[in-house]
Nanobody
């Protein structure tokens, strides 16, 4: 099973910035499309941003103009740059990656999540 790990969460004041990373471990793998999701307390998990194999992206309306998703294929890593953070951005952020591996073929994997708290 591929291990997908998120990092970069933390406590930040409104208006601040964080940069999250999502890294897939192992060799002989290829990452296709990747989505960043978040889940606030008492709410369902929602899609925040997605990046496809060809590099195209889409964003939830609530984060357009503030968040940017990008990827470094050489590092098997996808990033989420979050600027102008608001309290409503608070939640656990999860990475979901569609991955091909030599041993297992195509699979979709979730990371463990990283906590983002926006509060003064």
């Amino acid at each position: 099973q591929v291990r997908v790990v998120e990092a970069g969460g933390g406590l930040v004041q409104p208006g601040g910035s964080l940069r999250l990373s999502c890294a897939a471990s192992g060799s002989n793998l290829h990452i296709y499309d990747v989505g960043w999701y978040r889940q606030a307390p008492g709410k369902q998990r929602e899609l925040v941003a997605r990046i496809f194999s060809v590099g195209t992206t889409n964003y939830a309306d609530s984060v357009k103009g503030r968040f940017t998703i990008d990827r470094d294929n050489a590092k098997n890593t996808v990033y989420l740059q979050m600027n102008s953070l608001k309290p409503e951005d608070t939640g656990v952020y999860y990475c979901n990656a569609d991955i091909w591996t030599l041993s297992s073929g195509r699979e979709t994997d979730w990371g463990q999540g990283t906590q983002v708290t926006v509060s003064s």
